[in-house]
């Protein structure tokens, strides 16, 4: 059992269209990390957010800590076939303790 | 940011033969280095922690007398498949720890496809 669910496994959308992945848990976090992988290479952290409540942006993206710090959220505005890939969401425990979400699919279509 | 490398970025081996795989952390000190195994479109499977000097912790389920892992420095890490099969094909990941104000965050190597014939 995963302790960090994502949601949507898959998601194809159309250039131009907005879109939110989601990573939740029934546990707390003392950080979250997000990444982005291409197919061969591997993953490229895009932001870490730390306080519940935070929210972070990075150009076109968006990204929130939950109050609880149990949860995130990444936005995409007006997504580009560049935007393509596998995103993962990562929390942190005390300790030495990192747990990587079940994964994000995107293909965004030209 | 942090940078860590892997070598090789590719490696074939024969049924029965053994394969090293290097991480490096090259612009900072790692006393952390993880090892991630990967399939197609899914996440990354932790296999084992590695601290600097000591030995590594497997997760559940990870042949340690399979996957041998030596942190013998602060920048690098290796994992030695041993007697592979082509059932431990796979795509597999090193990250390292810290290397900037947050030491929750973790970099990591490019990857290395193992393909076992």
């Known amino acids: 059992t995963q302790l960090l669910e994502q949601s949507p496994q898959f998601l194809s959308i159309q250039e131009g269209e907005n879109l939110t992945v989601y990573c939740n848990s029934s546990?707390?976090?003392?950080?979250l990390q997000w990444y982005r992988q291409e197919p061969g290479e591997g993953p490229v952290l895009l932001v870490t957010?730390?306080?519940?409540?935070e929210v972070k942006k990075l150009k076109r993206l968006t990204f929130q800590f939950g109050d609880a710090r149990k949860d995130s959220s990444l936005h995409i505005t007006a997504a580009q076939p560049g935007d393509t890939g596998l995103y993962l969401c990562?929390?942190?425990?005390?300790?030495?303790?990192?747990?990587f979400g079940t994964g994000t699919s995107l293909t965004v279509i030209p | 940011g942090a940078v860590v490398s892997q070598h090789p970025s590719r490696v074939i081996c024969k049924s029965g033969t053994s394969v090293k795989i290097e991480c490096r952390s090259l612009?900072?000190?790692?006393?952390?280095m993880f090892w991630y195994r990967q399939f197609p479109k899914k996440s990354l499977m932790l296999m084992a922690t590695?601290?600097?000097?000591?030995?590594?912790?497997?997760e559940q389920g990870v042949e340690k007398d399979k996957f041998l892992i030596n942190h013998a420095s602060l920048t690098l890490s290796t994992l030695t498949v041993t007697s592979a099969h082509p059932e431990d094909s796979s795509f597999y990941i090193c990250?390292?720890?810290?290397?900037?104000?947050?030491?929750?965050?973790?970099?990591f190597g490019p990857g290395t496809r193992l393909t076992v014939l």
């Open positions: 990250s390292a720890r810290g290397g900037g104000g947050n030491t929750d965050t973790q970099y």
């Open positions: 546990s707390v976090f003392s950080s």
């Open positions: 957010v730390v306080t519940g409540g």
């Open positions: 990562a929390g942190a425990r005390t300790g030495n303790q990192f747990y």
């Open positions: 612009d900072f000190q790692a006393t952390t």
């Open positions: 590695s601290n600097e000097g000591s030995k590594a912790t497997y």
